[in-house]
Every structure is written in C-alpha cells, then in structure tokens.
C-alpha cells in the first residue's frame, strides 16, 4: 500500500502525482480525494482524543492538589471519570476512522513507473525484445498440440484426474512427472548457480499475513481457502497461489540494515489457484490448472538498487528459456493491466506453434515499497524525528519473477520438441531424468473419445 501521508500535500506528499497513477491505470481519480477527506476527519478526531487527555490530565493535577489540601475533590473525581469514559468512545471513533481510511488507501495502486505503456488493452502491450533459436520458422505448425503430445508419450491422467477431483484435475505420470521434476530441479540449480538462496516456504498463510501480501479481490477470485469449520474461523489458513506470497512475509516486521541486502530467494512451491472464468484453448491439458510447481525469484533490496535488479531478474528468465530453446518475446505490461503491487512489469511470452501464439510464462514485477509498507520490512540505520526526514519510516523494495512455471513451461516444450515419433528432450534437462533420455517415444496413439471428454469438462 501507499503511505497515507503521500496524500497529504502538508505532511511532503503529492496527491496529483497519485491521481496521474490512478489516471494511467484506468482507476478511481476521486478515491484520492476521498481519501484527503478520511484523513483530515481521521485527525481531527485524533485531535479531540488528545484534547480530552489534557483535560483529564489537568483535572489530576488539580485533584492531586485538593488531596493535598486535604479537601474535598469529589465533583473533579467525577468530572475526570465522565472524560475517561468520553476518551474511550472517542478512541474506538478514531480506531474505526483509521481502519476506514486503511481500507480506501489499500484500494489505490503503486505509482505507475514512466517507462509503463499507457492503455486499459493489452493489445496495446509494448514488445520489448523477441529471441529464437537458429533454424526457427514460426510458419511451421507441428501436428499435435501440448496436451495431445502429453497424451501420447503416457506422460499424464487427465480423466481419471478429473474423476478425483473435477475439472482441470490431471495426474502426471511417467515421462511427464519426471519432465516437470526435471525443471524444478534445473530451475532450482540455476538459480543458485545466480547467488540465490533456495527457500521451499510453507504452500499455506494465515489470513492476517495473507492479507497483507495478496489483493483483496485474491480472496474470492483466486485463493483456495482451507478451514477447520465455521465461517471466517480465526484457524482458517489460505492455500498459496505463488511462492511470493509466504517469501515476501517472512521478514515481516523486521528492520534490515544495508550490509543485508539484497536478500534472493530461489523460491520453489506447489501453488493453488481458482482460475475462475478460464476457459478456451488455455485449458488443454495442464497449461492451465489449480495445481501446479513454480520455482520463483523474489528479492528484497535497497531502495535505489531495485530497478537494477528489476532488469537482472528478467534477464535471468530469459537466459533460462534460452537454454531450454524455446522462442520467446518480451512485453511491457500496459497500465491498466497492472497489479496494484506492480509500479512496472514484464511479461515473457514462449511461442507455441501448434497454437501459432505467444503464451505467458514469466511475470516480473518491481513492486517497490508497496508490499513491504504493509508488511512493516524497514530499511537502513534509524534516525531522530528532529533529522530531515527523519519523521518518514523508509522500507526496502521488493521484487517478484517467475523463472518457471513447471507444467507451463512443460507444454511450451512439448510443442516446439515434438517429432512424429515422440519428443526430442533438450540438452539441459537430460541429467534430471532417468536413463538421460535425449528422446522419448511416442506409446499411444493419438487421444480418442475418452480423452475428448476430458477436456470438454476441462472447459467448463
């Protein structure tokens, strides 16, 4: 979230730079006026709170003086008795306002970087750059799709996956199970070969830290929620839908010094998504599911380091897809598609030639002080309040790449690596998988009526 106080021309902040934000996502310009207006109300009832307690203060004094005295101080023990009571109502009055004004201030979106295409189409998304390996012919579409090659190597269930579980379920079996271990375990090591720290966290949060990492609309549209019973049970956990969300809270609350910094995280997890409304083409076989294993970058650094490392996580993802031969693009995300945590994000998009399109893979986002204001992660050495600046709380910023979505990624190479007898493994995976296969034949035959019903119920 934004600081409540960048609203605030008076306490250094610049409600119109928030406004053209708002503007250039597509949001609510008048949620910042608002937000003045809750703020100021939010003092002022502060204010009165604290003149409430110089008024019981005084009336101590001057009861303290009459006991001294030796007289009688009844009618001020009264007086001071009816303040209390007063203070306390008013301080659950500005505990609500401070909870409202919370609330609106977590609705507005990070400041959109000036680099950002500016539309509400992703039509409009900027590409950036394009890769392709030697002999790459984009007119040449291969017989099968990624789920139809899944198919025929045996490498997956989907309809016995879908018995257990209903739509989108699958089991992987095979050649498919130890292909998508085969990217964890590359994915992994090539992250640590990077100076990243591996940190398999835990795949479920509490709904206090949950809140403070995930968008609200996250809740109802795409987190799975596991609870003991009753509704909204303090025992409720949240089923995570990346490994950013438990990584970015484990320094909650903490306050990292400069000779910290910047901390990596190669985090690895299964993750868990609704996928609401997710229908078409993108619900073949495993591209698109409620289940499956990413190995993540997440970084916390300096704040004048991150868009550095911005530009490093991406190059990484590339370099990775690179090494695995899949042709790919990449795209700057236009305004209106963007997060609220996102000041600015990259989108790297593998070619699928049975589908003759880009597809998403990697999201990489500098999320700046966003999450890490609302997680309490400070940055750098404390200062008085009498230094300039010293009043202002600083935080480190926090980044977030995808390296690789497992099963993703998985379909990407089962299109550009199918032959017509079965699939050609790429080089950098071989020592992950039994035997170190530079092929793997084909034992079915193509997916007949039994497969034809599960990806009609996938669809729905």
């Known amino acids: 979230m934004l600081d409540p106080e960048d609203f605030i021309e008076e306490r250094g902040g610049n409600p119109q730079k928030i406004k053209e934000s708002q503007k250039r996502r597509g949001d609510s310009v008048e949620l910042v006026d608002e937000i003045i207006t809750l703020w100021k109300g939010s003092r002022a009832a502060q204010y009165d709170v604290d003149q409430t307690g110089t008024e019981i203060n005084s009336l101590q004094k001057q009861i303290g003086q009459r006991k001294k005295a030796k007289e009688d101080a009844e009618d001020l023990l009264l007086q001071k008795n009816q303040l209390q009571t007063q203070k306390i109502s008013k301080e659950e009055i500005v505990a609500s306002k401070r909870d409202t004004l919370q609330q609106k201030v977590r609705l507005v979106g990070n400041y959109v970087h000036d680099t950002v295409p500016i539309s509400n189409d992703e039509a409009n998304n900027e590409i950036v750059k394009k890769w392709a390996p030697e002999g790459f012919d984009p007119s040449q579409k291969p017989g099968l799709s990624h789920h139809e090659v899944l198919w025929r190597l045996d490498g997956y269930d989907p309809v016995r996956g879908v018995k257990l579980v209903g739509h989108r379920g699958y089991a992987l079996t095979g050649y498919g199970y130890f292909l998508n271990m085969a990217l964890i375990n590359y994915g992994v090591e090539f992250l640590f070969l990077k100076g990243y720290t591996p940190n398999q966290p835990p795949f479920f949060l509490d709904r206090d830290q949950m809140a403070k990492t995930a968008q609200l609309s996250q809740f109802d549209e795409e987190l799975y929620r596991v609870s003991e019973g009753g509704s909204n049970s303090e025992s409720d956990r949240y089923l995570i839908a990346t490994s950013e969300q438990p990584l970015s809270c484990l320094h909650s609350g903490e306050w990292l010094q400069p000779s910290q910094l910047p901390i990596k995280y190669a985090g690895y997890s299964t993750c868990f998504r609704k996928e609401a409304g997710s229908h078409g083409r993108d619900a073949w076989g495993v591209f698109r599911v409620h289940q499956f294993e990413k190995v993540e970058q997440f970084i916390l650094c300096k704040p004048d380091d991150s868009w550095q490392h911005f530009d ?60 890490t204001r609302e997680l309490e992660i400070r940055y750098g050495i404390k200062k008085a309040k009498t230094v300039v600046g010293g009043g202002r709380k600083e935080y480190v910023h926090a980044l977030n790449a995808t390296l690789c979505a497992t099963e993703r990624t998985m379909c990407g190479l089962l299109e550009n690596f199918q032959t017509e007898d079965g699939l050609a493994v790429p080089e950098v995976l071989r020592k992950y998988i039994p035997g170190q296969p530079s092929f793997i034949p084909f034992v079915k035959e193509a997916p007949g009526k039994e497969m034809a019903l599960s990806v009609r119920e996938n669809k729905r």
Do not use: H, W
Not at 317 to 322: A, D, H, I, T
Not at 323 to 342: D, E, F, H, T
Not at 345 to 362: I, S, T
């Open 312 to 371: 490093d996580m991406i190059a990484i993802s590339e370099e990775f897809y690179k090494s695995l031969g899949l042709p790919y693009r990449v795209v700057s995300i236009v305004s209106g598609a963007l997060n609220n945590a996102a000041a600015k994000k990259y989108d790297l998009e593998a070619y699928f030639p049975f589908q003759a399109e880009y597809k998403e893979l990697v999201s990489c986002s500098n999320c700046t002080t966003y999450q």
